[in-house]
Antibody, heavy 126, light 107 residues
Framework: EVQLVQSGAEVKKPGESLKISCKGSGYNFNNYWIVWVRQMPGKGLEWMGIIYPDDSDTKYSPSFQGQVTISADKSITTAYLQWNSLKASDTAMYYC???????????????????WGQGTLVTVSS | DIQMTQSPSSLSASVGDRVTITCRASQSISSYLNWYQQKPGKAPKLLIYAASSLQSGVPSRFSGSGSGTDFTLTISSLQPEDFATYYCQQSYSIPFTFGPGTKVDIK
């Protein structure tokens, strides 16, 4: 079974650092991209960024560039989302999901997101 | 960036009703349009990919159509387990973008 399992809920104070994880299993982790998606309380879905674990090629949404760091360790089939200095506005549910890139006549297009991890709730409060 | 809009933002319907949700992209995205269902406290679940392909295990009462800029998700006969929020998402280009969601609740 293809599965993404995320690390557990976190409660942090403003200014603290945090790294959450997403472990893939049941497929060749190196052959798919992992995306991170934020959902703030009561709000919609926002794409944050994407990483290719095989070579750690990473792309960020302009909204999140410089705010978070996405990384991966292919030896343990795990992707990460990291903050150096959390803010109260980082309070949200964070999801990882799998996708694949397709190159058609030299143009890059993308597949859907499936499966999704169960989510990691990050609460930042003083 | 490609902007995604959905209508309506919410709707009330009864079990057995036919429900249609519309998604529009700010530029042509061919058929790179996906639909997700999200229930409270749960991760989103893929329903329809590439505009009209039904994800394995998803009931056939769900269907998708459209290409270019205009897309539709249809539930042919609403069931109690279908009350949820539905999101469209373009996978045509980075940055990927989602629609704001359509909440389907019980009339």
């Amino acid at each position: 079974e293809v599965q993404l399992v995320q690390s557990g809920a976190e409660v942090k104070k403003p200014g603290e650092s945090l790294k959450i994880s997403c472990k893939g299993s049941g497929y060749n982790f190196n052959n798919y991209w992992i995306v991170w998606v934020r959902q703030m309380p009561g709000k919609g879905l926002e794409w944050m960024g994407i990483i290719y674990p095989d070579d750690s090629d990473t792309k960020y949404s302009p909204s999140f560039q410089g705010q978070v760091t996405i990384s991966a360790d292919k030896s343990i089939t795990t992707a990460y989302l990291q903050w150096n200095s959390l803010k109260a506005s980082d309070t949200a549910m964070y999801y990882c999901a799998r996708t694949k890139e397709n190159t058609i006549f030299g143009v890059v297009r993308w597949n859907w997101f499936d499966p999704w991890g169960q989510g990691t709730l990050v609460t930042v409060s003083s | 960036d490609i902007q995604m809009t959905q209508s309506p933002s919410s709707l009330s319907a009864s079990v057995g009703d036919r429900v249609t949700i519309t998604c529009r992209a700010s530029q042509s995205i061919s058929s790179y349009l996906n639909w997700y269902q999200q229930k409270p406290g749960k991760a989103p679940k893929l329903l329809i990919y590439a505009a009209s392909s039904l994800q394995s295990g998803v009931p056939s009462r769900f269907s998708g159509s459209g290409s270019g800029t205009d897309f539709t998700l249809t539930i042919s006969s609403l069931q109690p387990e279908d009350f949820a929020t539905y999101y469209c998402q373009q996978s045509y280009s980075i940055p990927f973008t989602f629609g704001p969601g359509t909440k389907v609740d019980i009339k």
